[in-house]
Nanobody, 123 residues
Framework: QVQLVESGGGLVQAGASLRLSCAAS????????MGWFRQAPGKEREFVAA????????FYADSVKGRFIISRENARNTMYLHMNSLKPEDTAVYYC????????????????WGQGTQVTVSS
């Protein structure tokens, strides 16, 4: 079992930056493919970004491409989402997810999920 804990959310103005962190409870994190998803009020959960276990492969949603950067530090059992040029439409609860076998942009691929961290972007 792996526990994932997100942090770094908050209230910011449009144009600002935030860095989200996802800390894993076990060293097996280094073999996990990881992803970020988000869910805005009244909307379905959507894919944001994903990174392979070794960091070599990354995917981004079109809506965040060029503004968000996903990264990881396996030595620290931590994944990050660097969010720049934030927009009000980025407001959502952000979740990290992981899986030892599956990698992709669909949430059902990931077995482990965090509790989420709120990001609110004011205009």
């Amino acid at each position: 079992q792996v526990q994932l804990v997100e942090s770094g959310g908050g209230l910011v103005q449009a144009g600002a930056s935030l860095r989200l962190s996802c800390a894993a409870s076990r060293r097996t994190f280094s073999r996990f493919h990881m992803g970020w998803f988000r869910q805005a009020p009244g909307k379905e959960r959507e894919f944001v970004a994903a990174i392979s276990w070794n960091g070599y492969n990354k995917f981004y949603a079109d809506s965040v491409k060029g503004r968000f950067i996903i990264s990881r530090e396996n030595a620290r059992n931590t994944m990050y989402l660097h969010m720049n040029s934030l927009k009000p439409e980025d407001t959502a609860v952000y979740y990290c997810a992981g899986d030892s076998d599956n990698f992709g942009t669909h949430g059902h691929l990931y077995a482990y999920w965090g509790q989420g961290t709120q990001v609110t972007v004011s205009s």
